[in-house]
């Protein structure tokens, strides 16, 4: 690391330069310069990390050489050392953000603490500037990696190859990798309050740590919808089947451990960069053959037997007959002849409790309802616990499920409508931080459908409704209060001025700023 000196009082930099332990402090070099012009040239030639300046020097002055550094956007550390203490000199020293501000005579361990802090934060650039950068790129790898499963990239090898190289992306179209690919019912999770949003954000990461030892999300493109969450993590170069096999226990038994999820895993052979969307394509279709093989790894290459009929217990179409026709008595009788007929096992207890789950989740959806509406419910949590520990409990657990289920069912078709339901939470909470999952939840409907409704009747969407809600409650405190426009911001939902100041513009025609004061002039003029 460079320290420039710049005094034109040559005394003090031979002090420096020679009671100083540079080697200690990381200076590898300690370049000299007698006046502000000097210092210039120096800045220019060598690029000095760190600066330590006098402020009164002949030809250019100290000051001058910091608004040089400044407008150059040099990113040096500076300091100054000087005999002045004018408040102007200080004022423009935190202006321009110098380090320190030591006046002579100085102490030379004083200098010693200045010229350390400045290192330091040299260092924490540099970290900062790292860090940005691979964020950068993770941010472009994970684009790429989705517009490869996506076939936006195509197939064509020199187009893909072109396509990387606009990119700044490192590697070549016929560069090979593998792709562990995971499908996992998130049902249970999201029962057990995990948030789909927190769910997925983590299953990424979790892929990228488990598979190839890397903190972040960078290879790993997620697709979800409200039951099912796919994972396609991209693997540069092709490690052995051994490897990636072990990799994907470990994913898979902490998956089960601390998420409620048991993925099955599907392992691609080795292929071309520029063949990814065609090998997506394939085992998309595999996966969706072999998706109920929780906790279970395959290989592309393996001829899987995709015959899952056997595994299942419960009849789907039988169950959902039921619930349409409100027949419970057909319903607890079938349920009865099931579990009389099983082993009685933990395991194929638990079986018959997933299926069940998926089997309400997929009767609430289609009905456009939120499943959280029974699997929320404090009860229905409790019979959860220890439905598995007999057969008894896992009866009066499916009865639980039906008897909820109705209520709740009924119980949205009798009340208010929806959308009045809506409107009036979203006026009482506008100035919260609420979204569509907000306000389905207290509508009894999931959030694709509550949007799809919305939008038919008001003729917009509902975010376009609260921000309706939030700026005319935004105009109104900007006529009649002295509050400033970040607090009415704030005050109103929006916690990003800027975006506030977008909004309010699209919808007003002009600034929060013009609209107070020209609602100012004009209750001047009435």
């Not at 409620?260 to 599907?266: A, G, Q, T």
């Amino acid at each position: 690391m460079k320290l420039l000196v710049c005094d034109d009082d040559i005394s003090t930099i031979d002090v420096i330069q020679s009671q100083l332990d540079c080697k200690q402090l990381g200076i590898s070099t300690i370049l000299r310069a007698y006046n502000g012009q000097m210092a210039k040239d120096i800045v220019d030639k060598e690029e000095p990390e760190l600066i330590l300046c006098d402020i009164d020097m002949p030809i250019s002055n100290g000051i001058e050489v910091l608004e040089y550094v400044y407008n150059r956007n040099k990113d040096i550390e500076f300091s100054f050392l000087t005999c002045y203490e004018k408040f102007e000199y200080a004022q423009k020293a935190i202006q321009y953000g110098v380090t320190s501000y030591l006046t002579k005579p100085f102490d030379l361990e004083e200098v010693k603490v200045c010229i350390q802090r400045m290192i330091a934060n040299v260092e924490k650039k540099k970290t900062a500037d790292s860090l940005k950068a691979q964020s950068q790129y993770d941010s472009l790898l994970s684009s790429v990696l989705r517009q490869a499963c996506d076939g936006i990239l195509g197939t064509n090898k020199d187009i893909v190859e072109a396509g990387l190289r606009i990119n700044g992306i490192d590697f070549h179209a016929d560069s090979k990798w593998r792709i562990v690919f995971t499908c996992a019912d998130m049902t249970d999770a999201i029962r057990k309050t995990w948030n789909k949003d927190l769910l997925i954000f983590t299953s990424s990461r979790l892929h990228d740590e488990a598979i190839l030892g890397y903190i972040g999300s960078a290879h790993t493109v997620v697709n979800s919808d409200d039951r099912f969450m796919w994972n396609f993590c991209f693997v540069n170069g092709t490690p052995n089947d051994k490897e990636l096999e072990e990799k994907s226990q470990k994913l898979i038994d902490f998956t089960q451990r601390y998420m409620s999820m048991s993925p099955v895993v599907l392992i691609s052979e080795p292929f071309e960069f520029y063949e990814a969307s065609d090998v997506v394509c394939r085992l998309y279709d595999q996966m969706r053959k072999i998706r109920y093989f929780s906790g279970r790894i395959f290989f592309e290459k393996e001829d899987i037997n995709y015959e899952i009929n056997d595994d299942v217990i419960l009849n789907e179409n039988q169950i959902l007959w039921y619930l349409k026709k409100k027949d419970e008595a057909g319903y607890r009788e079938y349920i009865n002849n099931v579990l009389n007929n099983i082993d009685g096992s933990q395991e194929k207890l638990d079986q018959i409790r997933k299926e069940l789950v998926n089997i309400f989740v997929t009767h609430f959806r289609d009905n456009g309802m939120s499943s959280n509406q029974i699997f929320m419910n404090p009860e229905v949590m409790a019979a959860d616990e220890k439905a598995t520990s007999s057969r008894k409990n896992l009866e009066e657990y499916a009865n639980l499920l039906f008897s909820i289920q109705q209520s709740k069912l009924q119980e949205a078709i009798d009340s208010e409508d929806i959308i009045v339901r809506a409107r009036k939470f979203i006026e009482e909470n506008f100035r919260e931080n609420i979204d569509r999952n907000d306000v389905a939840a207290v509508t009894f409907v999931t959030p694709n459908y509550l949007s799809k409704i919305f939008k038919n009747k008001m003729n917009m969407n509902l975010r376009e409704y609260i921000n309706q809600l939030r700026i005319e409650e935004a105009k109104r405190l900007l006529i009649s209060t002295s509050m400033s426009i970040s607090e009415i911001a704030s005050n109103v939902g929006y916690y990003n001025i800027s975006y506030f100041s977008t909004v309010f513009h699209k919808l007003v025609g002009v600034s929060p700023f013009d609209w107070r004061n020209n609602g100012e002039s004009e209750d001047e003029d009435q």
